[in-house]
């Protein structure tokens, strides 16, 4: 993957990549998160934010687009490579 050549992606650790991303997050999708730009102040926030999103992106696409099996075929894929 290429990365554009931002503050943002030039990260030293993934903990600071992980805390630049949550800063983004909230100060670009504030007003499409609501009150569940909160999540992201909770250790696994992002994750959690992930699935909302992926629930709401089915429930208004009736089933249509469904990012919540292909995770989950992603996660079974990586279990099963290590």
């Known amino acids: 993957m290429i990365l554009p050549n931002t503050p943002l992606f030039q990260a030293k650790t993934d903990a600071e990549f992980r ?36 629930q709401r992106l089915f429930d208004m696409s009736n089933g249509k687009i469904d990012l919540i099996s292909q995770s989950e075929d992603d996660s079974i894929d990586l279990q099963r490579v290590a």
Do not use: C, F
């Open 19 to 54: 805390i630049r991303m949550i800063q983004h997050i909230k100060e670009t999708y504030g007003d499409v998160l609501g009150k569940d730009i909160n999540l992201l102040d909770l250790p696994n926030g992002l994750e959690i934010v992930q699935a909302r999103i992926q």
